[in-house]
Every structure is written in C-alpha cells, then in structure tokens.
C-alpha cells in the first residue's frame, strides 16, 4: 500500500499560480505512475495529469495545456503540479494518486492508492 499527502493548496487570486506536491511512502515511488485528479462541489472528479515511471511520459487534461505542469522527483519521493494562470474554474480538491500501471493513466480506476487531497480556491 501506497500513502499519498498533498500539500500546497491554498487561497489564490485569479492569474495567479500555486504548487501542489505529492509525498509518497510505502512503495518504490520510481516504479509508481502518478496522477492528479480534481473535484469540485457538486462536481464528478476529472482527470488533470499524469506521468509515467518509466520514462517519465507526461500527458494533461486538454483544457490545461500549457498551464498545468506536472513533473516528479524521484530522489525525494514527490510528484509536483505547478499550475499557472489559475481561473475561478479551477477551484477543486486536488487529489493525487499512484498506480503500478505503466505508462500514463488517465481513468481513475486505474489508480490503486489516494491521498486525502488539498484544497485549492482561485478567487475572482
């Protein structure tokens, strides 16, 4: 089993950017595909990014190219989000998430382990 905490959410003007990170124990994080996915209220939970173990592939939802950035360090156990230009809409909890599946994982059902997310508010 995999443990996942988040950190780095906060309260943010629109246009602005905020870090998400993503702290793994338990397993060999360079073996692990990593995710972030959002929920927001009222909300389904989406798909935001994920990279792959091997080779680091990387693949984003298609409304955040270009703003959103995911990235890992392997040495440190942590998955990044640097997540720029933030809009109104982009106000969710932010959850990370681990897989052995290789490649990169866009279902959320491919994803074995969770954390307990961070909070994120852009405001207007």
């Known amino acids: 089993q995999v443990q996942l905490v988040e950190s780095g959410g906060g309260l943010v003007q629109a246009g602005g950017s905020l870090r998400l990170s993503c702290v793994a124990s338990g397993r060999t994080f360079s073996r692990l595909g990593m995710g972030w996915f959002r929920q927001a209220p009222g909300k389904d939970r989406e798909f935001v990014a994920a990279i792959s173990w091997d080779v680091g592939t990387t693949y984003y939802r298609d409304s955040l190219k270009g703003r959103f950035t995911i990235s890992r360090d392997n040495a440190k156990n942590t998955v990044y989000l640097q997540m720029n230009s933030l809009k109104p809409e982009d106000t969710a909890v932010y959850h990370c998430?681990?897989?052995?599946?290789?490649?990169?994982?866009?279902?959320?059902?491919?994803?074995?382990?969770w954390g307990q997310g961070t909070q994120v508010t852009v405001a207007s």
């Open positions: 998430a681990a897989t052995h599946n290789m490649g990169v994982i866009t279902s959320e059902w491919l994803y074995e382990s």
